[in-house]
């Protein structure tokens, strides 16, 4: 045997990355891989870092990588347009690029103040109390279950969306301060009259894409074994799996995406995306998003039917699916290392977990890949201060699916600003920390217990990622 095996090597957790830490040596710092997508991880760290295809596509693959990009990064235009292929914008719309919300296959962010009436990173989802025939939350009945800020010629934008920010402060176990925001909604210029007045509004950031292909790869199995709703396990976090609709058949399958874990595939997510942001249609959504009784949207002219043809439609979703997760940065740096046990000890991977082992996919690098995506892909009730009070499928007003949080370092580099949470409240890492409530209460109460040091060591590791 070699000197490697009699220095009996034991494999340990931390932050449930595997580390392995000679036994007895407890100042032999622990190691970190950095390659948190597995063989699906790239090292780039300039403002491209989200936006690379995994290694190993063949030539074909490569091209469907790079049309996807194209149609991913390129505004759609209004018909009738000299250009065909990426006709049909609208009749009402929020963007005209996933780009322009994704930038750089990055995440938005919200208006600065009331007077910024843009929503290119952050939409309002509606809906009234009761339930769709697909089990989902019930549309608005005027203006649908998306607010379109957008229109185009001879069709009226829906309204305008204006949000302003209201502080407080809140401090750590040290003394050390903190200020807190949080978004005041306010809807104007409304084209139909005003919304219900049971209307629930959920807003929503855009987050950044790359790294769901292998979201998408995690068995069903392991993530309805991780769920444990009834808190079985006494450590206060439990831990909802949501069920939604297959886009083909209406099946119930397990839900993954967007904030509410509230659609199930890439490709759902894809074609959600052009039909309900854009107002493009595809095979799966073939009707244009005109919810409204308004005539001139229904007459609007469409570009082709659907406007995005099926092969197009599958390079874009082959594209999202592709795009590698960035590597870690710093992970040899102590600080970034103890940042690690941190994350353990004070709770943060009893949902943004740490290891996850993909099943088999079509595309190598994708499967059978172990991961570190820190996340359970479930729902955890988060307290008052987060709810939207909005249900989305099994989803209540309280739950949100725990966010992956790879690449999360780079959204500065990538996007020149960060904002988390999902409505973008948060503005540094510590903020989006204190807002944690419910379930992860007791993890948010443990960093504020930490020392200035140890606080700074979890966020380096944050940074790394
Ligand atoms: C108006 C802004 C906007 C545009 C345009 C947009 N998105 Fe998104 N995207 C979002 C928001 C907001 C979410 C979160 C949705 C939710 O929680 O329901 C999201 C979520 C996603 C996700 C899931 C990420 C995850 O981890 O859950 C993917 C993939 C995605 N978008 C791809 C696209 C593609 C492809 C396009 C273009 C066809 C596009 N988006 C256009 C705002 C946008
Ligand atoms: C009970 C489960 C749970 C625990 C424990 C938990 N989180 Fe979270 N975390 C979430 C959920 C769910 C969200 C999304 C909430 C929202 O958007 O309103 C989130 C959001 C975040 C975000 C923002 C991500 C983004 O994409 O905007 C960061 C950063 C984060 N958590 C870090 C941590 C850290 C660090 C800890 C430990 C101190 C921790 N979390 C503990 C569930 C958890």
Known sequence: MTGFARRAVA?????????????GSDDEPAAIDPKLGGEATRSATNRNAFGLPVKGLDDDQRLDFEVGDSFFNQNWVTSPASTK???????????????????????????????????LGLLLRLSVPGTSPAGGPMPEPTYGDQLQDRAVPGVKPEGIVAIDWVSETGSFDDGATYELRRPKIDTSDLAHGPLGDDVMISPRLAPQVMGVGLLEAIPEASVRAAADPDDADGDGISGRIN??????????????????????????????AFHGDMGITSPLFPDENCHSDDPSCVAAIGGGSPEIPQETFDRVVFYNRTLAVPAMRDFESPHVRSGAEQFGTVGCAGCHTTSQTTGPADVPMLSEQTISPFTDLLLHDMGPGLADGRPDFAASGTEWRTPPLWGLGLVPVVNGERFMMHDGRARTFEEAIMWHGGEAQA???????????????????????
């Not at 939604?244 to 890439?266: C, M, Q, S, Y």
């Not at 993890?443 to 990622?465: H, K, Q, S, T, V």
């Open 11 to 23: 494999v340990v957790f931390v932050a449930g990355l595997i580390v392995s830490a000679c036994a």
């Open 85 to 119: 292929a990426r006709d049909g914008l609208g009749p009402t719309f929020n963007a005209q690029a996933c780009s322009s919300c994704h930038g750089l296959d990055g995440r938005g962010a919200p208006p600065i103040d009331a007077d910024d009436t843009s929503t």
């Open 243 to 272: 069920l939604v609709p297959d886009p083909h058949t209406g099946d119930e399958i397990l839900g993954r995406f967007g904030w509410k874990a509230n659609v199930g595939t890439v490709e759902g997510q894809v074609a959600g």
């Open 443 to 465: 993890a948010a109460d443990a960093f504020a217990a930490l020392d200035a040091d140890e606080r700074a060591d979890l966020i380096a590791y944050l940074e790394a990622l």
